[in-house]
Structure formats: C-alpha cells, structure tokens
C-alpha cells in the first residue's frame, strides 16, 4: 500500500513539476500566439525576448537595486517599450511579404538580440533574489516549491487579464478584427498600425513577464532563449491561432516533458516535446485546437 | 543587350541559350580549376567549405526555392549523410560505393519526411522540420553502437583506387568541385524537365497546380526526397573535410547558417547557392581580420590624426571584436539587412546591375518591386 501510495505521490509531483514547466512554455507560446493571431508573423525571437526580459530584470533588480516588485514591472513595461520599437524598425518594413522573410528576420533578431545581451551582461549564470526563491507549499504530502507556485498563479492571473482585454476592451476587440482580416479592419477605421504597435509590445511584455517569472528556476542566461523552441510545439499544438490553446499547448509539453524525463530512459525527455509535435500534426496538421480553413478558388 | 532570335521551342529549355554562356562558363571552369595553384592552403580549405556549402545551398534551393517547402531541418541531412559515410568506412566499404550510398539513405529519410510534409504548409511545414532536426540530433547522440554518441567519430582520409586524398589536398578540392558540377548539371536537368515545372507550380499556387492535373503528394515528396539526397551527398564530403564528427555540430544553427546561403544567394536561381556559400564561409576569415587587425588598424588611424584617447578607443574596439557570439549578431544583423533591402539576395543584385546596362537610360526600380499583400491568405488554404 505504501508503496503504490508513494508511487502516486510521484507522480502528482512529476504533474505539479510538469505544469509549472508547462505554465512558462505556455506564456512564450502566448506570445507567438498574440503576435501571430494580429499580424500574421511568427515571432522567431520571441524565446530571446524573454531572455532579454530577464536581463532587463536583473538589470533592475539585481544591478540598479530596485524593490522585486516595482523592478519587475519596470522590466516588463521596458520589453512592452522595446517590442513595440522591434515592430517599428523591422517587422513594419516587411509586413505583406512572404512569411518566410518575415520568419527569417526573426530568426536574425533572435541571435542579434542572443550575441548582444552576451556582450552586455556576459555570457556567466547570473540571478535575482526573489520572494519565491526558498520556501515551499505543501499540500498534505505533496509539497511544492514557491518559485513553482508563483509561475502557475502568475499565468492563470495573466492569462485572465488577457483574455478580459481581448473580449471586454475596444481595443481587444480591434485585435480580433485586425488578425481576422488586416484590409477590413483598416476598411472600418481601425488603426492597423497602432494595433500592430501595440500587439508587439504585449507580447514583448508578456515575454519579459516570462522571463522575470522564471529568473528564480532557471538561471538568467543567453541561452535560456532556446526554450522559446520547446515553445513551438505548444503553440502548434494548441492551433498556432488560439489563446487558450497556447496554454494548454505549454500544459501539455511541460507534462509530457516531465513525465517522460521520470519514467523513460534518458535522452526522450529532450524529444519528447518534438516527438509530440510530430505525431500531433501528422493527425491534425492544424493543431488541437486550430481552424482549418481551405481556400476557396 | 543580347536579343535571342527564337526559333525552336526548345530554346527555351536548353542549358546554354547562347553561345555566349560557353565564354562566360569556360572561364569560371577554367578559374575554379586553376584556383588550387594560385591561393594558400587556408584559403583552400575555405574554398572547399564553399564548395560542400554550394551543394548543400543546391539542394536546399530544389526544396525551399522551387518547391516552395521552407525546411529548417536540413543539418539533419547533413547528419545523416555524414555518419553514413563514418559507418561505412569504419567498415572498410571503399568511398566509391558508400558516396552514393550516402545520397540515397539520406533521399529515403528525405522521402519518409516529406510525407508528413505533404499535410503541411508554411509555417507548420517549418516548425516540423525543426522538430525534425532536433529529433535527429538526440539520436545521433543517443545511438551510441552506430555513431559513438557524444564522443563523436573520427573519419579517415578518403581512399580512392589506393590514392590517399587529404582532407586539405588538391585532390579533394577537385573531387568536391566536380560533385559540385555534376550535382548542378543534375539540378539544371531536373528543373527544366517537367518535374521541375511541377515544382516551381507547386511553389506558386498548389491549388492551381492540382487543377492542372499535377499530383502533389508525388512531386512534394520527389522534391523532399531529391533535396535530402543532395545533401546527404554534402554530408558525405562535410565529414571527410571535418574528420571528425559529433552530433552538436548538426544543430539547429547549421540549418540557418544553410537558409542563409540560400537567402544571401538569391532564391531565384541556383548561382545564388554558390555566391551565398562564399559570402557566408567568408565570414569566418572576415571576422577573424576584424578581430586581429581592425583595431591595431583604426587605432593607428585615431593616433594618427591625434585623437586624444587612441590607445583607450584601440582597446574597446578589440573587447567588442573579441566579444563571444560576435558571429552570431552579425549573422543576424546580415540577415535582417538583407530581406529588408536585398529580397532577391546577391544574384539579384547582380540581374539589377546587368539590367542597369543592358536598358541604359530606361531602367525602373518598379521592375523588381515585390508585392505586398494584406489579405490573409496563407492562414485559410
């Protein structure tokens, strides 16, 4: 009995591990998502932003002296700042053009963004003292690290504030017309442009927000921006076009990653996300949750 | 401006339009085979690194240029190509035959990927093949009775008929210069045969090109598959030019730094591989110029014109040109400058400065003006 109760423990561990994980691929995806749904772009830096949101926090918190709260959010409003000025020096240029040039370019800032925050602050592990950083919750037996939990709130209370943006504000609903259809929206006096701006800035935003949220478990580091790529497969499971399903996309990956870390030999946790992908679109190529959409001629 | 007068259908499709080509192709011949006499053994072993990159940059170009399937997997390819070579020359099989048993592996794995492919389009096609890769490369690491795992493989010097060809010799150079030649030879055949039109119809409408009797499924995973063996065939010649190798050198950058020859080069046409493989194996070199000599250079100029701080200035400038990751920003910066100035990279260039000529006074930016659309159209198809 102890022994299969132990064996469950495990596991829910495992699960609780896995979503916190999940909670951080799920916040990159969202940014993918916001950035794709609006102006059709996929936003290959968008891993590199957050890793920039946890340099600008540690820039704030950890080399300016700031409280972790007000730096915080000054390292989310400076990405919101800095996303917006992304859109405006690159993205706008080559709005209209092929998605590969627009991919491609990305591609590009991300390892400009990666070699310049390496010159910057260098390339050694570097972290922020946090509140979350020692400390744990527990449930009956299951206990739970803080920096965990406050990953999971952050992103469920992030997650709220959008969705209420994108559904109850003009604005948001602007958004939804402009990812629906650019020519319309600007046909019905939406501001195409200014939505763009600010579409990158949330985004951005929401990196940085990432990128601070996960100072206390990962180290800050250039290469943290590669877990944007772990970030993929969420996003395409969850239908590249749905917020929601960013999340349970990010859920998804960070479970599945977890548990095949646990239970399978060594080396599948660091496929398993891919593998995942792989099978999921050769089944349904437009994700969980996409629409698909023909073409009609 | 040379006006072709056409007489024959068949001048559309011929290799060489008109005798001209002879001239301007002999030559370059002519200097590819003298170069190995006339540059120093660094700049050789660049050349030879152009020349793999050009046939890798030709493979990529069938799939990506006239296919129209973005792949950012290829260094997986390359992967493959490469660990065959290893395995079967750990086994004493002679190069002659696991050369092209090399390509074909690596056309088989391309033909069981594009089958995927064939459910995807744009950026999910783009996402999968990075999943592609990723996958590959855990394996590579993984398989440890097959690869050596993490610890890599050591390749021999290639033995052709008893004669030993360096990695470093003339005789490599010239057994990657005529694979280079034969693979663009079997491009150019390829592209101007019906499976080719195939290709390019697939890459500029797949509707219109299903209407038009075209079987997507065939030519889709034709097209992965032709591109994966071309670049199984590089892998082959990558390994032998390396001598060693270990799975994080297949690494997701590898098949940017691929996209980028291609990009650089110019999508349109097969030149833009080989002017994009040089431009970005000549990086290397560059950078290393600017890390050696750029600062003792622009210092001494400070000094000379009597800037007050010169020694300081000569100090910060080699701390930023020894920076780690410098390559990678440029790589960057390069490839945002170019999509956003130079879509149709440095062949199209060259078309701009040769139709400057050929029109004198009447040549029109308009002529290369891309389009821009605003209609959503890759979402819903």
Request: charged share 10%; glycine share 12%.
């Amino acid at each position: 009995m102890g022994n299969v109760g132990s064996g469950v423990l495990d596991f829910l561990q495992q699960v609780v591990g896995g979503i916190a994980l999940g909670c951080v691929y799920g916040l990159i995806a969202l940014g993918f998502v916001l950035v794709y749904k609006a102006t059709e772009v996929v936003n290959f830096a968008q891993g590199d932003l957050m890793m920039l949101g946890g340099f600008f926090g540690y820039a704030f918190i950890g080399q300016l002296g700031f409280n972790y709260w007000i730096g915080s959010a000054l390292a989310v409003l400076a990405m919101a700042a800095f996303g917006s000025l992304v859109e405006r020096i690159i993205v706008r240029p080559i709005l209209g053009y092929p998605q590969f040039s627009v991919v491609m370019v990305t591609i590009g800032l991300g390892f400009a963004l990666r070699a310049i925050a390496g010159m910057i602050w260098g390339t050694d592990d570097l972290r922020i003292d946090t509140p979350f950083s020692s400390g744990v919750v527990r449930f009956g037996s299951l206990v739970i690290a803080d920096d965990k939990l406050s990953v999971i709130v952050a992103t469920a209370l992030l997650c709220g504030v959008l969705w209420l943006y994108f559904n109850k504000t003009r604005m948001g609903v602007a958004m939804q017309a402009t990812s629906q259809n650019m020519l319309g929206a600007y046909y019905m006096g939406i501001p195409v442009k200014r939505v763009f701006s600010l579409i990158w800035a949330i985004s951005a935003g929401v990196a940085g927000f990432a990128g601070v949220l996960l100072a206390p478990i990962a180290f800050i580091h250039t290469n943290v921006g590669f877990l944007g790529l772990k970030a993929f497969p969420a996003a395409v499971l969850g239908g590249f076009g749905s917020i929601p399903g960013a999340l349970m996309g990010g859920l998804v990956i960070g479970v599945a990653e977890t548990l095949s870390g646990f239970y399978l030999p060594e080396g599948f946790k660091d496929v398993a996300a891919y593998v995942l992908l792989l099978v999921v679109l050769m089944v349904r190529p437009a994700g969980l949750f996409g629409l698909n959409l023909r073409k009609k001629v | 401006m040379r006006p072709i007068f056409q007489t024959d259908y068949d001048q559309d499709i011929r290799l060489l339009r008109h005798p001209g080509y002879w001239w301007s192709y002999g030559t370059l011949l002519l200097l590819a085979l003298l170069t190995p006499f006339a540059v120093g053994a660094y700049l050789q072993s660049q050349i030879i690194f152009v020349l793999i990159y050009s046939i890798v940059g030709i493979g990529l170009l069938i799939l990506a240029g006239f296919t129209g399937q973005i792949s950012l997997g290829h260094a997986a390819f390359l992967a493959i190509g490469a660990y065959t070579a290893g395995y079967m020359q750990a086994r004493g099989v002679p190069f002659l035959i696991y050369l092209p048993l090399a390509a074909l592996l690596t056309g088989a794995v391309g033909a069981i990927v594009g089958f995927p492919a064939l459910r995807l389009s744009g950026i999910y096609l783009v996402i999968a093949t990075i999943a592609f890769g990723f996958i590959v490369e855990e394996v590579a690491a993984r398989w440890e009775s097959v690869t050596n795992g993490n610890d890599g493989m050591r390749i021999k010097q290639i033995d052709l008929f008893g004669v030993t060809l360096s990695r470093d010799g003339y005789g490599f150079y010239y057994l990657c210069l005529g694979l280079l030649i034969l693979v663009v030879l079997i491009a150019l055949n390829i592209l101007r045969s019906p499976t080719g039109r195939a290709f390019v119809a697939i890459r500029d409408s797949e509707t219109a090109a299903r209407s038009m009797g075209i079987n997507l499924a065939v030519y889709k995973v034709a097209a992965f598959s032709i591109s994966a063996a071309v670049t199984g065939l590089a892998g082959c010649l990558y390994a032998h030019k390396l001598s060693f190798i270990s799975p994080e050198m297949f690494t997701l950058l590898l098949s940017v730094e691929f996209i980028i020859v291609i990009l650089i080069g110019g999508v349109g046409s097969l030149h833009g591989a080989v002017l994009g493989s040089i431009f970005v194996v000549m990086v290397d070199p560059f950078l290393s110029y600017l890390k050696d000599d750029m600062p003792r250079i622009l210092g001494g100029l400070a000094q000379a014109v009597g800037a007050p701080n010169a020694a300081a200035l000569q100090e910060t400038l080699s701390a930023i040109a020894s920076a780690a990751g410098l390559k990678g920003a440029i790589y960057g910066v390069i490839i945002v400058i170019f999509i956003i100035f130079e879509p149709y990279g440095l062949y199209g260039r060259w078309l701009k400065i040769r139709l400057y000529f050929e029109l004198f006074p009447l040549y029109k930016k308009a002529t290369f003006r891309r389009q821009k659309t605003y209609v959503k159209s890759e979402r819903n198809r």
